[in-house]
């Protein structure tokens, strides 16, 4: 079995980061992912807010641009999903689904995941009129009526976005003004297809064998309504992916990894980035950093160590 200085475990902007800068500087690298890469900015249609692109650049061709650089250097991937981890001994092992990697550190880039809305019908009909990711099902809702819950950037980012194939797209938000940013909410708010509902959440979803309406709550007034639409996506907050540690690192009452300024979690040799730690904002720009810090941390770490790399 073969002994890398580092895993990476996670695809997204801040693993695919790491992999570049750990692999760049000589240490010999293997990034685990279980699906494609990119994470999350993968499956966003377009990235405005990343610096050197004026005109915005589609997720899935940053994603693409990352990782060809990171094999450039030499940055081996796998895809193989992860079963467990054990950091007990002094080299880490993940196993996954195929084989077991080891590593003399990790880095964990796992990200984060859609949370739930929680709403009766919403486990039955999840890819039946429920998503969560617009860019990968918008094109299924050509000439239909959609709605969007949420009110952040991404809840409005992905309804503007829709009004590309949906006839009508209907924001569903729980409280009286939408939280994104100025800039999108005012883009928003100018589309015609768009309508917004404040002060409203979803209480039931309805449907045989696909999404059919839905039941509408006032938060206000507990007033109800029934709303028929053809699709649902849903946009109300991220869950870390971090079920897969266990234990075996601090994290916060929400799952998040706790590290310090230098990415180092809570035993030693194992560093976080990106989504799956705990901070205030979370944009490929922060992913980006985290996943260069984490990597510099690495390379400190096994130095101290005094011996030779894997």
Do not use: W
Not at 150 to 164: I, K, N, P, W
């Amino acid at each position: 079995m073969k002994l890398y200085d580092v895993l990476i475990l996670g695809g997204g902007p801040a693993g695919l980061t790491a992999a570049l800068y750990t692999a760049r500087g000589g240490l010999s690298t293997l990034l685990l992912e279980k699906m494609a890469p990119g994470g999350q900015a993968a499956t966003t249609e377009l990235i405005e807010n990343y610096p050197g692109f004026p005109s915005g650049i589609g997720g899935m061709e940053l994603s693409m641009a990352m990782l060809e650089q990171a094999e450039r250097f030499g940055a081996e991937v796998v895809y193989d999903d992860i079963a467990y981890v054990d950091f007990s001994q002094e080299h880490k092992e993940v196993k996954g689904y195929s084989e077991t990697y080891r590593g003399r550190s990790v880095i964990v880039t796992t990200g984060a995941s859609p949370k739930l809305l929680g709403a009766p019908g919403e486990e039955r009909l999840r890819g039946r009129g429920v998503s969560y990711c617009a860019t990968c099902d918008g094109a299924l809702y050509r000439g239909k009526q959609v709605i969007v819950v949420g009110g952040a950037d991404s809840a409005v980012e992905e309804a503007d976005y829709l009004t590309r194939f949906a006839d009508k797209v209907t924001i569903v938000y729980r409280r009286d003004k939408l939280r994104a940013a100025p800039i999108i909410t005012a883009r928003a708010l100018a589309n015609p297809k768009i309508t917004v509902i404040y002060d409203t959440v979803i209480q039931e979803i309805h449907g045989q064998n696909a999404v059919e309406a839905v039941t509408l709550e006032h938060v206000k007034t507990g007033s109800t309504k029934h709303m028929p639409i053809d699709g649902l996506f849903i946009y109300v907050g991220l869950n870390p992916n971090t079920e897969l540690l266990g234990d075996t690192l601090e994290k916060t009452q929400q799952g998040y990894l706790l590290t310090d300024d230098n990415m180092a979690c809570s035993l030693p040799g194992i560093f976080a980035a990106g989504d799956v730690r705990d901070k205030k904002l979370r944009q490929v720009a922060t992913a980006v950093g985290d996943g260069a810090q984490a990597a510099a941390s690495v390379e400190h770490y096994l130095a101290a160590l005094g011996d030779k790399h894997a």
